[in-house]
């Protein structure tokens, strides 16, 4: 869906990373307890957007 091709987007810019400043939330202009849920209604793997 296109929600979830912004949210991967969203997380490969940030890393994986949900929360703080630089995270995919607040890219998304989203709470992050909203993009938590929307991460797992949508099946989103965020493991995979960390940097190793």
């Given at each position: 869906s296109q929600e979830?091709?912004?949210i991967?987007?969203?997380l490969a810019e940030s890393d994986g990373k949900v929360s703080g400043p630089l995270?995919?939330?607040a890219r998304l202009g989203i709470?992050?307890?909203?993009?938590d849920s929307?991460?797992?209604s949508l099946?989103?793997?965020k493991q995979r957007?960390?940097?190793i």
């Open positions: 979830k091709e912004m991967e987007a969203a995270g995919a939330a709470p992050q307890s909203t993009l929307k991460i797992k099946k989103i793997n957007f960390r940097k």
